[in-house]
T-cell receptor
């Protein structure tokens, strides 16, 4: 699976949009971009995934560049409960593929 | 509905002892994964089950680690002759089927080897 690069930490003001970047310049054509987050002392939680089109769900939006070498996770109105480590993961659509976590971005939402 | 559960939530043991960690996946999920997370790092894959069989055990660090899933539901991760370096949070996840979009994680078992 392709490697991802994320900033180690970011701050965001409560109520503002949080934009978390991820670089995955070696992504292959059949690999998806997944985002998970991990709130302190909990297991990781799935947020969203996409292949090449932008995606939106009740939690977030995922913007993938046309060349697919980078993406941005957007939390439109961050709350204090969104404080967590956010992991960007590239994953092939093969049977049983595990998730390969990097260091993630530690997002701190401040009042 | 019930999520993935793991027991115990915390386990403290002495170097050289044997431990078992249990995972109850979401009912009906055929795929089950074990990960290990050291302090300040992301989770690392250990082993994946599809049904009762271990489809990929490439992440197990050595032969002291073993996992079973005899009836295709509950799984047990077994660690023999524990070492201080085995101290970590052990996470279990399940998904509906092979290559499913979403893995659902349990809260983890924090293992401390003294």
């Amino acid at each position: 699976d392709a490697k991802t690069t994320q900033p180690p930490s970011m701050d965001c003001a409560e109520g503002r949009a949080a934009n978390l970047p991820c670089n995955h310049s070696t992504i292959s054509g059949n690999e998806y971009v997944y985002w998970y987050r991990q709130i302190h002392s909990q297991g990781p939680q799935y947020i969203i995934h996409g292949l090449k089109n932008n995606e939106t769900n009740e939690m977030a939006s995922l913007i993938i560049t046309e060349d697919r070498k980078s993406s941005t996770l957007i939390l439109p109105h961050a709350t204090l409960r969104d404080t967590a480590v956010y992991y960007c993961i590239v994953r092939g659509d093969n049977a049983g593929n595990m998730l390969t976590f990097g260091g993630g971005t530690r997002l701190m939402v401040k009042p | 509905g019930a999520g993935v559960s793991q027991t115990p939530s915390n386990k403290v043991t002495e170097k050289g002892k044997y431990v078992e960690l249990r995972c109850d996946p979401i009912s009906g999920h055929t795929a089950l994964y074990w990960y290990r997370q050291s302090l300040g790092q992301g989770p690392e894959f250990l082993i994946y089950f599809q049904g009762t069989g271990a489809a990929d055990d490439s992440g197990l660090p050595n032969d002291r680690f073993f996992a079973v899933r005899p009836e295709g539901s509950v799984s047990t991760l077994k660690i023999q002759r524990t070492e201080r370096g085995d101290s970590a949070v052990y996470l279990c996840a399940s998904s509906l089927r092979d290559g499913s979009d979403e893995q659902f994680f349990g809260p983890g078992t924090r293992l401390t080897v003294l």
